[in-house]
């Protein structure tokens, strides 16, 4: 505890008004300078190397919890009470979870999990606090119980605001729902697309076939890739009953209503796979580092354009998508969609934001915007990106140079796999007291990071030496062309491209028809040495051959000039990999070799 100041000496009977104003202004001054150095004291020790976490200076960090299980968004109440939400709810134990710090150290002591829900699917994200309510998102529905003062599990009723009646909801791509409100009793759901880039869903699924195009008008923006608006305190209603807000918006899975020009913001996840499917196009270094996610903002009427355009944020503008004419310069329609606030590298997978309100921090961060980005999965033959917390000077709108304010997560150097990181950062939330807390969705740990530096002395010194220490990760800068390349091929990559052109005779099972095409799964031309498996893509096979002690006699055609080098290491490292086949994988120089040597 301060001591109190005492002024009981002072006799005030002959000082003029000026004076008074000049004292009361004095004790003002130290009064509240008292208040804020008692609010740094009672900020709980933070962990050594701050949990791991790289921050600026000044900054630091303790461990709430280390494993929650496998959190999506987190929501801090008035009284600090934590809540996350769980992937999933399938084995009704409930799919949130509330914690408690019952001895004021800054850790979880009490931790409970909730929820008479279950789940569909496994995208579910969203658990935010508004005029008293806990909302939780699961994929199919949007719920609220009413916070009663002192609880930590709400007693409450949960009521039912929105349902997603769509009969494929839970197998539909992008079906996240986070809330965001207005302030005005409106509540805004994203719908997202249920394809990647606008083919036909029906016929190609989600992910559509090499040089494929897309649908043209696209039927997925009549109920999806888009920003629906409705009554926040209305139980019951369907998408039919909201208003839509806003289209051409892919995937969104961070949103929120912005204190800084009272306005709706969006963290939107990019097209994928633009090597994969369109090969004589794009590169795979460009499908590494395009197309762009983006931080916009959305009025009313807007239209970012999905599936028709992309924001390309090496040449700072909207493009043709390749699956509607586009080849990576082409404008043509684009030009009359709109612009984000700004674009971040590709697949970095924005998943929240936040604008910082409180008084902890350094002014700067109360003129700018948090985005926690999960990490790519899609950029071999390069290093996966992202898992990082960045922010985003802005000012009336406008974005300056994205800066790291949180690093750390990934835990190695080089991310080749996805699953190579250790943690990969998923929720932001501010607490009551301006502590910043960070989720991540590996293993359900939380970080909550103070400030306990001296606020007027933050600026430029701590943010060039935060640059330093992270500008050179192989996850945060733009990879060089050529160089920077891991000579890996890609199992998802693998996959999608064994579904288009292997999978209609060797079936998606790897076990043939027991006919005319042998099977995959446990086959010693697949399991031994590269060269026949890949000869075999290249080249085709025609004539009998024998697997597993049965003779085939089907036909194979080839692909040498279908597919290039690290869509063949692609393919031949996902078969060695699936159904039970365990066998090393493939590079892209191996291929090039036995290309050289197979191929006439």
């Known amino acids: 505890m301060p001591r109190p ?16 104003l000049q004292i009361y202004s004095l004790l003002f001054v130290m009064l509240f300078g008292v208040s804020c150095e008692n609010n740094q004291e009672q900020l709980p020790p933070s962990d050594a190397a701050n949990g791991g976490l790289i921050l600026p200076g000044g900054f630091e960090a303790l461990v709430v919890i280390d494993s929650a299980g496998p959190t999506r968004h987190i929501a801090v109440n008035d009284n600090g009470d934590i809540y996350a939400k769980l992937r999933f709810s399938r084995d009704k134990q409930g799919g949130t979870i509330g914690m408690r710090d019952l001895n004021g150290d800054g850790k979880a002591d009490s931790i409970v999990r909730f929820g008479d829900y279950e789940d569909v699917g496994g995208s579910a994200v969203g658990v935010t606090i508004h005029n008293g309510y806990l909302y939780t998102s699961t994929v199919r529905q949007v719920l609220r119980n009413k916070l009663n003062p002192g609880e930590l599990v709400p007693s409450s009723r949960t009521e039912v605001i929105l349902t997603d009646t769509h009969p494929n909801v839970a197998r539909n791509w992008h ?3 986070p809330a965001a409100f207005d302030g005005k009793g409106n509540m805004y759901i994203p719908f997202g697309s249920p394809s990647d880039a606008g083919q036909d869903i029906e016929i190609y699924g989600p992910t559509g076939i090499p040089g494929g195009k897309g649908l043209d008008p696209s039927p997925e923006r009549e109920m999806n890739a888009g920003i629906w608006r409705f009554d926040a305190n209305k139980e019951g209603q369907v998408q039919a009953d909201g208003t839509k807000f806003a289209t051409g918006l892919r995937s969104i899975v961070g949103m929120t209503w912005s204190p800084l020009d009272d306005q709706l913001y969006a963290v939107v996840n990019g097209i994928d796979n633009f090597h994969t499917l369109y090969p004589d196009l794009y590169s795979s270094w460009q499908a590494a580092v395009l197309p762009s996610e983006t931080l916009v903002r959305v009025s009313e009427g807007a239209d970012f354009g999905w599936p028709y355009a992309y924001y390309d944020q090496l040449q700072g503008k909207n493009v043709l998508a390749p699956a509607y004419g586009g080849d990576g310069a082409i404008v043509g329609r684009a030009a009359n969609f709109d612009n984000p606030v700004i674009g971040f590298p590709g697949h970095w997978a924005p998943m929240e934001l936040l604008f910082y309100r409180g008084n902890q921090f350094p002014e700067r961060y109360k003129q700018g915007v948090f985005v926690a980005f999960h990490g790519s999965t899609d950029r071999s033959p390069y290093p996966q990106a992202g898992y990082i917390v960045c922010f985003v000077p802005l000012i009336d709108g406008v974005a300056g140079d994205w800066e790291v304010f949180a690093d750390g997560f990934a835990g190695v150097d080089t991310v080749e796999n996805t699953g190579d990181a250790r943690y990969r950062p998923m929720g932001l939330a501010e607490g009551p007291d301006g502590s910043l807390y960070l989720s991540e969705s590996n293993k359900g740990k939380i970080w909550r990071v103070m400030y306990k530096g001296n606020k007027k002395e ?5 943010l060039e030496e935060m640059k330093r220490l992270t500008a050179h990760k192989t ?6 062309e050529g160089v920077d390349n891991l000579d890996k091929g890609s199992l998802l990559e693998g996959g999608i491209l064994y579904n288009t052109y292997c999978a209609t005779c060797h079936q998606r099972n790897g076990e ?7 099977p995959l799964a446990g086959s010693e031309r697949v399991l031994g040495e590269s060269e026949p498996l890949v000869a075999a893509i290249l080249n085709g096979i025609q004539g009998e051959i024998t697997v597993k002690g049965k003779t085939y006699n089907g036909y194979m055609p080839p692909h040498a000039n279908i597919l290039d080098d690290h ?18 994988p493939i590079s892209p120089s191996e291929v090039s070799t036995i290309r050289a040597k197979v191929v006439k």
Request: proline share 4%; net charge positive.
């Open 475 to 480: 996850y945060i800068k733009t990879p060089v």
């Open 175 to 177: 079906t996240t729902k």
């Open 458 to 462: 933050f600026g430029q010194q701590q």
């Open 512 to 518: 043939g028809d027991n006919n005319r095409f042998p």
């Open 567 to 584: 869509a063949v290491a692609s393919i031949s490292s996902y078969i060695r990999n699936r159904w039970g086949n365990k066998a090393s």
């Open 5 to 20: 100041l005492r002024l009981t000496q002072f006799t005030y009977s002959n000082l003029g008004a000026s004076q008074l």
